[in-house]
């Protein structure tokens, strides 16, 4: 298909960890994003990857990259109540123009 | 140094009226991009800009939208004779160079309200 995929909700315990997927579609993607947007907000990038990588760690984000299933997903360390957002999930498009492909994005819920 | 700023924040127009949204891009930052994110949807790609060309607007409507980036100013997209379906939050970015594989930076976008 052409779109990048994600669940559309998810909801985790304070502390807990969280994990969101997605599946993107053009395997000549070279980077892949997580982008965060609260309430009103505009998006904020958190961490991307290169694909030639199959793991990022940064802090309490881990991004894992599986390649030949094109397969991306972002693990929260200890979620927070000010984790609660929509997480979206971005990809390069090297055989077009357009910048960036967004999935429908995921819901993530944090119940203290 | 300030990041992308989206003017007004919210806009409220009724049915048949013109809606502009302004966009001024990170200082340093040529290439501008317009996303529309309907309610429960991701976001849209609508069109690519640098100054003063548009490089891509194959995700643009072919009626009533158009996009501007003048060589002084801010990026405007306009949406004349406005219809409820246009009501939905509209995204600037911006990036220096405009290679695929840079990272874009994001506005607060504009609500666009149609009544």
């Known amino acids: 298909g052409e779109d990048v995929e994600q669940s559309l909700f998810l909801s985790v315990r304070e502390g807990d960890s969280s994990v969101i997927n997605c599946t993107y579609t053009?395997?000549?993607?070279?980077?892949l994003y997580w982008y965060k947007q609260e309430p009103g907000a505009g998006l904020q990038l958190l961490t991307y990857?290169?694909?030639?990588?199959d793991m990022k760690q940064d802090q309490r984000l881990t991004v894992l990259l599986n390649k030949k299933d094109k397969h991306l997903s972002l693990r929260i360390a200890d979620t927070q109540t000010g984790d609660s957002a929509i997480y979206f999930c971005a990809e390069t498009r090297p055989s077009g123009n357009t910048p960036l492909v967004f999935g429908k994005g995921t819901r993530l819920s944090v119940i203290a | 140094n300030a990041g992308v700023m989206q003017n007004p924040r919210h806009l409220v127009r009724r049915r048949g009226q013109e809606a502009r949204l302004r966009c001024s891009p990170m200082?340093?930052?040529?290439?501008v991009y317009w996303y529309r994110q309907l309610p429960e949807e991701g976001l849209k790609f609508m069109v690519y800009l640098q100054k003063e060309n548009i490089i891509d607007e194959s995700g643009m409507p072919k009626e009533r939208f158009s996009a501007e980036f003048p060589k002084e100013g801010p990026s405007i997209l306009r949406i004349q004779q406005v219809v409820r379906g246009d009501s939905a939050a509209y995204f600037c970015?911006?990036?220096?160079?405009?290679?695929?594989?840079?990272?874009?930076?994001f506005g607060s976008g504009t609500q666009l309200s149609v009544l």
């Open positions: 970015a911006s990036s220096p160079q405009g290679a695929l594989n840079e990272k874009l930076f």
């Open positions: 200082k340093g930052h040529s290439h």
């Open positions: 990857i290169f694909s030639n990588m």
């Open positions: 053009d395997s000549s993607s070279t980077y």
